[in-house]
């Protein structure tokens, strides 16, 4: 095989695979652009014939989709930023504070990241429902407030940072809480941003747990409205597109602008072994 | 304030959280999982009685496990194979030196891993549609009859399927890639200064050098997929014929639906016994394949 033909092979695949990743994605931005009942034609229409955003208007004023929106927005945000903090902490103070029984309790910690959360799931709810934490913003937020995960990730990182620089600052006669804010969380400010970004797009596409928690429409987050959505209106295409891009753009756009964080993160907390 | 004190103090409030809204949930769902919990024992509590392993009996007698068990064991002997394979095949393209654009490829291979699966599990429904569905017109056109994917209880989990690895394949295709990055090129250099072809170096250098990093992918996919809901929930709900029941599925009607929250834990308690002997089997095979 000469190289020309191996290179337009290879390219050509690429461009083959990009088409398959996105055209699920560019085709919903299209259809949700359409008017009722347009894209149940034959042939699949690609573009809308007269572009219109009355299916939005639609879902705004009358199935409540601003409402969910603004339940996305704030479960996912007090989760990013309350997690953050815990996690920090405590990933901080497993890579460089010694104290009895660190190794054992760091072991169970990372011990739960083979535990399915699913299994957890229902004496969760039992034990929430007496502290009037089901069908509550709450229900959703506080269990996430601390995560396996982003304390291991934090651990990592945190191993980092010399000891030498932490010890010098005692030396001089700093508390722990001042060398804390002081010297290490300026340092861990590139894995916070991973952190931050991984923990916000998880939350907000978090469905099994919210299903459970927010037994109420009042409360539900994007997945669980267009959940609920898409099991009554079936039928309308275009309605449901319009619902499929409010949820999946947000993300989208915070993954394009902060996409090597994103992937950053996902390297470090790939190399459990 | 000693150093003690103050790593106690940071650990503390992460440390509770885990503890209370994790790890006892854990140890409660065992302890749930041999009573007989249901409505009247949610409406009160002295209806609660202590049943010992009979849930676990009553499930391993009950069809209906059995079918969600073997969907599930479908979508994963099928899904975590080929979904790895395509990751391979994509990281493999963008670690070419003759790839273009590699930034904008990557980029745009793993943008559905960020979408939300209901979202995307939405577009896909209409994607599969049998009458105007894209994927049956651009079947049709290479002279294939519509396929009905999500009303015939033999094509729901292959659709199911074809949507997970479209959803997921960019994750590990972004973890293989940095372990393509991480083998020496000097080995490569030497290959090719004994003559070896394109396809021998990759059978005997990426692949040997890329294999822990693929047990380590396999067995995080094989747990992730496991644990199938949102799928089946937004795509086919359970149906046709309850062919796209899941173990999760089950255990989500099972509890929250008819409230027999007992036997759900039994049903999420066995599923997590089930990964952990398949996971562990993994490491173990994976191990002795490395000394060997």
């Known amino acids: 095989m000469t190289p020309r033909i191996a290179k337009a092979l290879i390219n050509g695949l690429l461009i083959g695979g990009t088409v398959v990743a996105l055209f699920p994605i560019v085709w919903m931005l299209s259809v949700s652009l359409m008017q009722p009942g347009e894209a149940s034609a034959l042939p699949p229409p690609l573009l809308p014939a007269h572009a219109t955003l009355h299916n939005y208007q639609e879902l705004f004023l009358r199935a409540g989709m601003g409402h969910y929106l603004l339940n996305s927005l704030l479960v996912s945000t007090a989760i990013t930023m309350l997690s953050l903090a815990l996690n920090v902490m405590a990933g901080y103070a497993f890579a460089k504070l010694r104290f009895a029984g660190r190794d054992a309790l760091f072991k169970s910690v990372v011990g739960m990241l083979a535990i399915p959360a699913q299994v957890a799931m229902l004496p969760l709810f039992l034990m929430l429902k007496p502290l009037g934490l089901v069908n509550n913003y709450g229900g959703v937020i506080v269990p996430a407030m601390a995560s396996a995960f982003g304390i291991f990730l934090v651990r990592q990182y945190a191993r980092g940072i010399p000891d030498e620089l932490l010890e010098a600052a005692r030396m001089d006669g700093a508390g722990e809480l001042h060398i804390f804010v002081r010297i290490v969380l300026p340092l861990l400010k590139p894995i916070m941003v991973t952190l931050a970004i991984y923990t916000f797009l998880t939350a907000w596409n978090d469905f099994m747990w919210p299903l459970i928690v927010l037994t109420g429409q009042n409360h539900y987050t994007l997945p669980l409205g267009l959940a609920s959505l898409a099991r009554e209106h079936a039928t309308d295409t275009e309605l449901m597109m319009a619902g499929s891009v409010i949820t999946v753009l947000p993300v989208l756009l915070l993954f394009l602008a902060m996409q090597r964080y994103y992937l950053e993160g996902l390297l470090l907390g790939s190399v459990k072994g | ?292």
């Open chain 2, 1 to 292: 304030m000693n150093r003690q004190h103050a790593a106690w103090l940071f650990l503390a409030p992460a440390v509770i959280v885990l503890g209370v809204f994790f790890l006892l949930p854990v140890i409660g769902a065992f302890a749930l999982s041999l009573t007989d919990y249901d409505l009247y024992a949610l409406a009160d509590l002295h209806n609660l009685r202590f049943v010992a392993l009979s849930n676990y009996w009553a499930l391993l007698h009950r069809p209906l496990f059995w079918a969600a068990l073997g969907h599930t064991v479908y979508f994963v002997v099928a899904g975590v194979p080929l979904s790895m394979l395509v990751s391979l095949c994509a990281a493999l393209l963008l670690h070419s030196p003759l790839a273009r654009c590699k930034a904008f490829f990557r980029t745009a291979l793993f943008a559905p891993v960020v979408t939300t699966v209901v979202a995307v599990a939405v577009v896909w429904r209409y994607v599969f549609n049998t009458k105007y569905g894209l994927l049956n017109y651009v079947l049709g056109g290479i002279g294939i009859h519509p396929v009905d994917w999500l009303g015939d209880p033999h094509w729901a989990m292959p659709a199911i399927i074809l949507f997970a690895v479209w959803k997921n394949f960019g994750y590990n295709m972004i973890i293989l890639l940095a372990g393509l990055q991480a083998i020496p090129s000097e080995l490569y250099e030497a290959a090719r200064i004994d003559g070896a072809s394109t396809w021998r170096q990759c059978r005997h250098i990426t692949l040997p050098m890329l294999a822990p990093t693929l047990l380590m992918v396999g067995i995080l996919t094989v747990s992730g997929y496991f644990q199938l809901f949102a799928e089946p929930y937004v795509i086919t709900e359970g149906g046709p014929l309850q062919s796209t029941v899941s173990v999760l599925y089950l255990m989500y009607n099972e509890g929250f639906k008819w409230w027999n929250l007992g036997s759900a834990s039994a049903i999420a308690f066995l599923l997590f016994v089930i990964m952990f002997a398949v996971t562990e089997l993994m490491l173990r095979a994976g191990r002795k394949e490395v000394q060997a």
